[in-house]
């Protein structure tokens, strides 16, 4: 995918700094739709992934036994500051870098947007995303294996029709709604399902940071 993708990770990283800074310390304390992990861990978890490159990733990934869990604990430790206002102090510094694990570009905007999610929604904060970023990272994520943090297995059981975008995509009872919910639901943020629908939408039970 073209470097088109960086203007709109960017785009969120903005918007996701402006959210944060209107926080208080009780608020970045809330548990995220990431299962262990607080609104502050998630935003600590942003940085390190703006940090890394294609080699700081293999190097990790080797570190930690290829265990991706266990690599992204690592990685919340190393850059979730001692208070909100130190780690939002290292997003803002890092809100305009291109590097990237060796990983599709797309994967970017998959980062930005289900963590913007996993933070927003449990604070009751919600955003208009560009239908575009959305939609690629739905289709990424429907084209990556679940041993990468993708979906791609489903869509041989299910079909996935977004309501609100030109986008369906599987074979087998459909499950339908906005595009938004699709990529959170995809991505085991569970509480998603209440916003779609159909037959197929059991399907998408499996839980996933």
């Known amino acids: 995918m073209s470097n088109d993708v960086w203007p709109m990770v960017h785009a969120e990283r903005a918007a996701l700094i402006d959210d944060l800074a209107r926080l ?3 608020q970045w304390a809330q548990p ?6 607080t609104v502050h861990d998630v935003a600590g978890h942003l940085v390190d992934t703006a940090r890394t490159t294609r080699l700081g990733f ?18 919340v430790e190393r850059q979730r500051g001692d208070s909100p206002q130190e780690t939002l102090r290292r ?10 694990p060796p990983a599709p570009l797309d994967s970017r905007l998959v980062e930005e947007v289900v963590h913007g999610e996993d933070i927003r929604r449990p604070l009751g904060l919600t955003r208009a995303y560009p ?17 990468f943090g993708g979906a791609k297995e489903l869509t041989a059981r299910v079909r ?12 087998g009872p459909e499950v339908g709604g906005p595009a938004l919910s699709l990529l959170l639901a995809v991505s085991g943020r569970q509480t998603a399902l209440e916003e779609l629908d159909g037959p197929g939408a059991d399907a998408l039970v ?4």
């Open 91 to 100: 997003l803002r510094q890092v809100a305009l870098r291109t590097s990237t």
């Open 206 to 209: 499996t839980p996933r940071r």
């Open 131 to 147: 239908p575009e970023a959305v939609t690629r990272a739905l289709r990424l994520q429907l084209r990556t294996p679940a041993s």
């Open 32 to 37: 995220s739709l990431c299962v262990g992990w």
């Open 58 to 75: 293999i190097v990790g990934l080797v570190r930690e036994r290829f265990d991706f869990d266990r690599q992204n604990a690592r990685g």
């Open 24 to 26: 208080d310390d009780g």
């Open 160 to 171: 996935l029709t977004a309501t609100d975008a030109d986008l369906s995509v599987g074979n």
